[in-house]
């Protein structure tokens, strides 16, 4: 999309937003690492996953925010396009890697009996679908080019919610009681945060002018990524931890083990 004029309140607010994203990774790696030891070791590669997430997505608002700062220039009290294009691609390539690793950490958290494989294979092609048919649509100036690859994009992005709602639905029955509220709120939360995705995409055709349209895109997809990666990457953890000790696995355990190695 071609870069609009904007407010410093407008400038500011997308710019403040990419910083905040930034912080939300770093912390979230953190506590993805430190908190290996709290849970089983069945556990632990889901964690590894959530914590891959948020190193690619970290590295990626750090490109995306500086490519902000170089896109603008202050004159006159607004900020202008400096003639350095704002690159989309960063977003688009972090959920390429990121969509299909989120996905494979919501199904190796829950340790389905069977079909597990296949379950993940499937979402990380429909997840790939429905990026690379979004991308032509939000590069694009021209709203009827931005609806139809838009739409295209939606139907693998509906089979994806299909999956999750009704596939690890049915998984809902086989998790001990304390997991089944939090694989529950799981489930709200991708559909909440995943939603926010189409819509802010939709900026343009819902009305927003130029200004108005970037930034509601802009601080849209930041918010629903700090959801969906490092506060998904975090409820993963609690669902890890709950599904430990209903296995009867306690963090001293581990300890026990290390001390009669020693
Ligand atoms: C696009 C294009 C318009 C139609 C739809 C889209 C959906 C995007 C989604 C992205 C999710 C990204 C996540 C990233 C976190 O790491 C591509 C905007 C349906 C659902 C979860």
Do not use: C
């Not at 389905?112 to 379950?119: D, F, S, T």
């Amino acid at each position: 999309m071609d870069l609009p004029v904007l407010t410093p309140g407008q400038f500011e607010l997308v710019y403040n937003g990419f910083s905040l994203a930034v912080a939300a990774m770093g912390a979230g790696f953190l506590y993805f690492v430190l908190s290996r030891g709290q849970v089983a070791p069945a556990y632990r590669t889901a964690l590894t996953v959530s914590a891959l997430v948020v190193a690619i997505a970290f590295y990626h608002y750090l490109r995306i925010f500086e490519g902000w700062a170089a896109s603008y220039v202050l004159e006159g009290g607004m900020y202008v396009p400096s003639g350095v294009p704002f690159n989309d691609a960063y977003r688009y390539v972090d959920w390429l890697l990121t969509v299909p690793l989120l996905l494979t950490e919501a199904v190796l958290v829950l340790r389905l009996k069977q079909g597990a494989g296949g379950m993940i294979a499937r979402l990380s092609a429909a997840a790939v679908l429905m990026i690379v048919t979004g991308y032509p649509g939000e590069v694009s100036s021209d709203t009827a080019t931005r609806l139809l690859w838009g739409t295209i994009s939606t139907i693998p992005f509906i089979y994806i919610l299909y999956v999750l709602w009704v596939e690890l639905g049915r998984s809902l029955a086989a998790q001990p009681e304390k997991v089944r509220v939090l694989v529950r709120n799981l489930r709200l939360l991708l559909l909440a945060t995943w939603g926010v995705y189409p819509i802010a995409y939709l900026a343009p055709v819902l009305g927003f002018d130029g200004a108005g349209a970037v930034v509601a895109i802009q601080t849209g997809y930041t918010i629903a990524d700090i959801l969906a990666k490092p506060f998904f990457g975090a409820l993963i953890v609690w669902i890890a931890i709950e599904k430990s000790r209903a296995d009867g696995w306690s963090p001293s355990d581990a300890k026990a083990v290390a001390a009669a190695k020693a």
